[in-house]
């Protein structure tokens, strides 16, 4: 089967990747190698996934209809992953104008894309973001997502809106994934445990928000991939049936479906700081900062649905994760 990913140098792109080509699939991927983070990282991600010969790829920018439907039209894919998106919640803060371009035009690009091509199923990232200021734990796909807190998630919670019209005006199958502070080797540079670990491997001091009075569903990086490998052949099919519907959030108008992705834990940041020092060997110089402009208190995910779906629960202990992505980090940076 043939796959379409976008963001596949990205961090959660290429673990997907690798895990595809390793079952047989045949992938393409498009990516626009931004210098939002170090492109070398990107890149190097590329070069292992070239050394299988079931991969190929396109670079290129979400925004440039015309060089992403032709690469669909010629890959000819079943499937298309859509992982590629400006993230970052406080960058969105600086540069608000990179997540309208890439979240919002780049994502129509992509289901205008799906729509030519008549794909089988069509799978987009959104966010565990667009849960924003709810308060109500642990966060279910049904609750009502509408206050938001940045431009960020804003534009997340806007791709899911788009989609499910399109699923309903285009018969596109569709699922989206709200994917929960996602970790692991070959992580990206600006996000929490990345910065932690880099920090207090080189002697650097950490900035700690809100005190660490903060809680986050981490979930490991091979977790979250195989939830999607798993969800590629779940394929929504619009349902009025209720007794259904009681165990699954499919559209009943539309061949559409949101899906939690995350560990089903909530960690207290200064609980996950001491576990990264801990699998370092040495104690972070702290610099406890107040609350950020569009930080949430709490993530913490409720995945009733993915298991259902797949029967497969996230589940890798944090720690673990830790180690796993703390070896990696050494070895790649010879640290």
């Given at each position: 089967?043939?796959?379409?990913?976008?963001?596949?140098?990205?961090?959660?792109?290429?673990?997907?990747?690798?895990?595809?080509?390793?079952?047989?699939?045949?992938?393409?991927?498009?990516?626009?190698?931004?210098?939002?983070?170090d492109?070398?990282?990107?890149?190097?991600?590329?070069?292992?996934?070239?050394?299988?010969?079931?991969?190929?790829?396109?670079?290129?920018?979400?925004?440039?209809?015309?060089?992403?439907?032709?690469?669909?039209?010629?890959?000819?894919p079943?499937i298309?992953?859509?992982?590629?998106a400006q993230?970052?919640?406080?960058?969105?803060?600086?540069?608000?104008?990179?997540?309208?371009d890439?979240?919002?035009?780049?994502?129509?690009?992509?289901?205008?894309?799906?729509?030519?091509?008549?794909i089988?199923?069509?799978l987009?990232?959104?966010?565990?973001?667009?849960?924003?200021a709810?308060?109500?734990?642990?966060f279910?796909e049904?609750?009502?997502?509408?206050?938001?807190?940045?431009?960020?998630?804003?534009?997340?919670?806007?791709?899911?809106?788009?989609?499910?019209?399109?699923?309903?005006?285009?018969?596109?199958?569709?699922?989206?994934?709200?994917?929960?502070?996602?970790?692991?080797?070959?992580?990206?540079?600006?996000?929490?445990?990345?910065?932690?670990?880099?920090?207090?491997?080189?002697?650097?001091?950490?900035?700690?928000?809100?005190?660490?009075?903060?809680?986050?569903?981490?979930t490991?990086?091979?977790?979250?991939?195989?939830?999607?490998?798993?969800?590629i052949?779940?394929?929504?099919f619009?349902?009025s049936?209720?007794?259904?519907?009681?165990?699954?959030?499919?559209?009943?108008?539309?061949?559409?479906?949101?899906?939690?992705?995350?560990?089903?834990?909530?960690?207290?940041?200064?609980?996950?700081?001491?576990?990264?020092?801990?699998?370092?060997?040495?104690?972070?110089?702290?610099n406890?900062?107040?609350?950020?402009?569009?930080?949430?208190?709490?993530?913490?995910?409720?995945?009733?649905?993915?298991?259902?779906l797949?029967?497969?629960?996230?589940?890798?202990?944090?720690?673990?994760?830790?180690?796993?992505f703390?070896?990696?980090?050494?070895?790649?940076?010879?640290?």
């Open positions: 089967m043939k796959v379409l990913i976008t963001g596949s140098a990205g961090f959660i792109g290429f673990h997907l990747a690798k895990v595809l080509l390793a079952e047989g699939f045949t992938v393409h991927g498009y990516d626009g190698l931004t210098d939002y983070y492109p070398v990282l990107k890149n190097n991600r590329h070069k292992i996934l070239m050394t299988n010969p079931n991969f190929t790829a396109t670079i290129g920018m979400l925004e440039d209809e015309k060089k992403l439907y032709s690469t669909a039209k010629e890959f000819k079943a298309i992953i859509h992982l590629a993230a970052g919640v406080r960058y969105s803060l600086e540069n608000p104008r990179s997540y309208i890439s979240n919002i035009i780049g994502t129509f690009n992509v289901m205008e894309a799906a729509r030519k091509e008549k089988k199923h069509l987009m990232a959104s966010t565990s973001s667009v849960y924003g709810n308060v109500k734990m642990p279910i049904k609750e009502k997502t509408d206050s938001q807190l940045t431009i960020y998630a804003a534009t997340k919670k806007a791709n899911e809106s788009m989609a499910h019209s399109y699923a309903y005006l285009w018969k596109i199958p569709t699922t989206m994934f709200r994917f929960f502070t996602v970790y692991g080797p070959w992580g990206r540079p600006d996000m929490a445990l990345f910065k932690f670990a880099s920090a207090i491997i080189n002697n650097k001091p950490i900035d700690i928000y809100n005190q660490g009075e903060m809680y986050r569903d981490f490991y990086i091979d977790d979250l991939v195989h939830s999607i490998y798993l969800l052949n779940k394929i929504p619009n349902s049936d209720t007794e259904n519907l009681s165990k699954d959030n499919v559209s009943p108008v539309a061949p559409y479906r949101v899906v939690n992705i995350g560990n089903s834990t909530k960690i207290k940041l200064l609980d996950f700081i001491e576990i990264v020092e801990d699998v370092i060997g040495k104690k972070a110089i702290r406890y900062m107040p609350m950020q402009k569009g930080d949430v208190m709490s993530t913490w995910a409720d995945t009733s649905v993915l298991q259902n797949t029967g497969y629960h996230p589940k890798t202990n944090v720690k673990d994760g830790v180690k796993n703390v070896n990696w980090y050494r070895k790649y940076y010879n640290n």
